[in-house]
Structure formats: C-alpha cells, structure tokens
C-alpha cells in the first residue's frame, strides 16, 4: 500500500510559478512510476507529466518547457516545477503511482493517487 500526499498548491498570477511536492509512505517508493494529472472543473482528468524509476520523463504538449517533474527517491519525494503558468492550468493537481510503466500517460495504469492540491492562475 502507497499513501501520498500532495502539497504546494495556491493561487498565483499568469506567468508566475509554483511547486508541487507528492510525498510517498511505504519503502518501494524508488521502484514506481510517477505521475501528475490535473483534472479542471467540468473536464475529464488529464496526464501533465512523469517519471520512471531511471528518471525517463514525458510531458504533456500543453505543458512542456513551462513544467519539470523530477524525485528524490531518498526523500520519497516527486516535484513538479510549474513556471509560465496560464490561467488554463488551473485544476486541481493530483500525484500518482504506478507499478506498471507500460502506458505512463494512461490515468488507468496508476494504482495510488493522492487527494489533490488546487491550482489556480489568475489572469
């Protein structure tokens, strides 16, 4: 079992920054895949970015070169780095987990997911 736990979140004007963090209990932090996924008011939840256990990391189109995700196995800690950010990045942020990395982009082939921090960019 994997519990996580989101934080960083707010509100912040367009083209400012934040950081996310997702912290992780359990000892095999460092053997999953990592994911973020944003689900806004009305939408369907959607894939921003992630990272494998090498450290091998897709973006969204929406997001790349504005967002970094990157983790600290030591710390069992996953970060996503928003800079430039649009008031279309607004949603609620959520971190995931999963032990099959087959289809990272996929919101079905995570296991654990955390409750979520809100975003919000003001115009």
């Known amino acids: 079992q994997v519990q996580l736990v989101e934080s960083g979140g707010g509100l912040v004007q367009a083209g400012g920054s934040l950081r996310l963090s997702c912290t992780a209990s359990g000892r095999t932090f460092s053997r999953y895949l990592m994911g973020w996924f944003r689900q806004a008011p009305g939408k369907e939840r959607e894939f921003v970015a992630t990272?494998?256990?090498?450290?091998?990391?897709y973006y969204a189109d929406s997001v790349k070169g504005r967002f970094t995700i990157s983790r600290d196995n030591a710390k069992n800690t996953v970060y996503l780095q928003m800079n430039s950010l649009k008031p279309e990045d607004t949603a609620v942020y959520y971190c995931?987990?999963?032990?099959?990395?087959?289809?990272?982009?996929?919101?079905?082939?995570?296991?654990?997911w955390g409750q979520g921090t809100q975003v919000t960019v003001s115009s």
């Open positions: 995931a987990a999963a032990s099959d990395g087959r289809y990272p982009r996929a919101t079905t082939q995570y296991d654990y």
């Open positions: 990272i494998s256990w090498s450290r091998i990391t």
